[in-house]
């Protein structure tokens, strides 16, 4: 059962414009989110979190937004630029766990030039 | 160095013998994660440390899986009578902790390949 969705495999946005990365999660004991960004053959990098006590983060061009009641949280990143190409993966973990991270499949960002 | 180092950066091993995968964390941290990430998905959490000691090892698949970190530092992931359906990318990370939601870095993986 795949507790952290990313239903969109891939996207491509303009140079420019915003890019929306979505994810949905079916596990209510998640208590915080995060996005890592990931270049071919490197590991993921940390990108951005939010705590399920707050709808909003933001970080520069990166901003995370998160739905509790619908289990929802998007990534925003505006202006899109040609080195966000890559592949993102949205993860989600547990204040009763141990801090592992239970990720999405990810998406490949594409920005056209 | 200043990041998570694992090594080797590829292996690739005959079906039935045993590999060893090497992480060194970043210094001072004391959480380690294994995580395993196969061809279009995301990586899945295999165990974690905390210090020496393996405080949860539910993501391991099998008992051909086992990993130490007998110092609480460099931690080694071994695989015993690899199969085919072992070939993944196999992912260390480390975290210092400090609360939850504290982002793990991750090393740039280990491509094993089982022929």
């Known amino acids: 059962d795949q507790q952290v969705k990313q239903n969109s495999p891939s996207l491509s946005v303009q140079e420019g414009r915003i890019s929306i990365l979505n994810c949905d999660y079916t596990?209510?004991?998640?208590?915080?989110f995060l996005w890592y960004k990931k270049y071919p053959a490197e590991g993921p990098t940390f990108l951005i979190s939010?705590?399920?006590?707050?709808d909003k983060n933001e970080d520069g061009r990166f901003t995370v937004f998160l739905n509790k009641s619908a289990k929802h949280l998007s990534l925003h990143i505006v202006p899109s630029q040609p080195g966000d190409s890559a592949v993102y993966f949205c993860a989600a973990g547990s204040n009763f766990g141990n801090e592992k991270l239970t990720f999405g499949t990810g998406t490949r960002l594409t920005i056209i030039p | 160095g200043a990041g998570v180092s694992q090594t080797p950066s590829n292996k690739v091993t005959e079906k039935g013998k045993y590999v060893e995968l090497r992480c060194d964390p970043i210094?001072?941290?004391?959480?380690l994660y294994w995580y395993r990430q196969s061809l279009g998905q995301g990586p899945e959490f295999l165990i974690y440390f905390q210090g020496t000691g393996a405080a949860d090892d539910s993501g391991l698949p099998n008992d051909r899986f086992f990993a130490v970190r007998p110092e609480g530092s460099v931690s080694t992931l071994k695989i015993q009578r690899t199969e085919r359906g072992d070939s993944a990318v196999y992912l260390c990370a480390s975290s210092l902790n400090r609360g939850r939601g504290t982002e793990a870095f991750f090393g740039q993986g280990t491509r094993l390949t089982v022929v």
């Open positions: 939010i705590s399920s006590i707050k």
């Open positions: 210094s001072g941290h004391t959480a």
């Open positions: 596990n209510s004991m998640f208590d915080y």
